[in-house]
């Protein structure tokens, strides 16, 4: 049975910091890209960051130089840590695995930060 589990949202305050962490257990497959989603209150989710097996990393235009993804391949987890938080920020963050066969979505972790 597949698991992803999410940790390290939260509330912080305007220029704060938070670390999020998704582990994943149960993949049977070689995992390719691992990365961070997010969905705000009426708009669609979109990508925020993600690194493929190979260490290339992508992200969003709104966090390039504030966040930065990393992943570590012998416990399957993947890290997204979140500097100089904006209120536009605040949003459910989603934990996303990919394989060869399927993607794979975290339950998803709130993220509020204030002004």
């Known amino acids: 049975q597949v698991q992803l589990v999410e940790s390290g949202g939260g509330l912080v305050q305007a220029e704060g910091s938070l670390r999020l962490s998704c582990a994943a257990s149960g993949i049977i497959f070689s995992i390719n890209t691992m990365g961070w989603y997010r969905q705000a209150p009426g708009k669609q989710r979109e990508l925020v960051a993600r690194v493929t097996s190979g260490g290339v990393t992508n992200y969003a235009d709104s966090v390039k130089g504030r966040f930065t993804v990393s992943r570590d391949n012998t416990k399957n987890t993947v890290y997204l840590q979140m500097n100089s938080l904006k209120p536009d920020d605040t949003a459910v963050y989603y934990c996303?695995?990919?394989?060869?066969?399927?993607?794979?979505w975290g339950q998803g972790t709130q993220v509020t930060v204030s002004s």
């Open positions: 996303n695995i990919g394989t060869i066969l399927r993607q794979y």
